[in-house]
């Protein structure tokens, strides 16, 4: 059982930055793949980006050049250090943490909590 929780969240203006945390629990955390989903008022949780157990990441469209997910084996933790924050980054943040095939399959096996994300204009 993984268990995560995510930190980092608030209030910026647009063309800020923030950078989010996910902390995770248990002792096989390196060979997770990690990954962040958003969730904004009316619309699907979408992908944003993931990062696997070797260290390559991959990002949707709308983040790249923006956004850089990184993790911290010694820490159980995955960052998502999001730059020039638009108002339509706004949205519930979350953690997610799977096993590459479930992936692969579509599945991803743990999630955090979430934590919001507000980009004002």
């Known amino acids: 059982q993984v268990q995560l929780v995510e930190s980092g969240g608030g209030l910026v203006q647009a063309g800020g930055s923030l950078r989010l945390s996910c902390a995770a629990s248990g002792r096989t955390f390196s060979s997770y793949a990690m990954g962040w989903f958003r969730q904004a008022p009316g619309r699907e949780r979408e992908f944003v980006a993931r990062?696997?157990?070797?260290?390559?990441?991959d990002y949707t469209d709308s983040v790249k050049g923006r956004f850089t997910i990184s993790r911290d084996n010694a820490k159980n933790t995955v960052y998502l250090q999001m730059n020039s924050l638009k108002p339509e980054d706004t949205a519930v943040y979350y953690c997610?943490?799977?096993?590459?095939?479930?992936?692969?399959?579509?599945?991803?096996?743990?999630w955090g909590q979430g934590t919001q994300v507000t980009v004002s204009s």
């Open positions: 997610a943490a799977g096993r590459a095939l479930e992936i692969l399959r579509g599945r991803w096996d743990y």
């Open positions: 990062i696997w157990s070797g260290g390559t990441t």
